[in-house]
Nanobody, 128 residues
Framework: QVQLVESGGGLVQYGGSLRLTCLVS????????IGWFRQAPGKEREFVGAIIWKDLLPYYASAVNGRFTISRDNANNTVDLRMNDLRPEDTAVYYC?????????????????????WGKGTQVTVSS
């Protein structure tokens, strides 16, 4: 069983920064790919970014590329999502998820169906 808990959400002004952390408990943390997704009110859940345990570059959605950075600490079972230059359209509930992807490519990383375990989410609100 794998459990994920997000933290670090809150209210921030336009152009500000936040760091979200996903704490993963359970066995074999390094065997899981970790994805970040978000869901705004009235909208579908959308891919933000994902990271694999190997020394490969993470994938990012175009809407956040260049502003958000994902990193993982395999020793502490955590994955961080650093968000800079935040905009009102980034307002959403942010979720982290764990899965074992057969292939590591952008399409697979961005498909929520490839993730078996999800956290409960943390709210990020960006004021204009």
């Amino acid at each position: 069983q794998v459990q994920l808990v997000e933290s670090g959400g809150g209210l921030v002004q336009y152009g500000g920064s936040l760091r979200l952390t996903c704490l993963v408990s359970g066995r074999d943390f390094k065997s899981y790919e970790i994805g970040w997704f978000r869901q705004a009110p009235g909208k579908e859940r959308e891919f933000v970014g994902a990271i694999i345990w190997k020394d490969l570059l993470p994938y990012y959605a175009s809407a956040v590329n260049g502003r958000f950075t994902i990193s993982r600490d395999n020793a502490n079972n955590t994955v961080d999502l650093r968000m800079n230059d935040l905009r009102p359209e980034d307002t959403a509930v942010y979720y982290c998820a764990a899965g074992t992807l057969k292939y590591w490519n952008f399409g697979a990383a961005g498909d929520p169906n490839n993730y078996n375990y999800w956290g409960k989410g943390t709210q990020v609100t960006v004021s204009s």
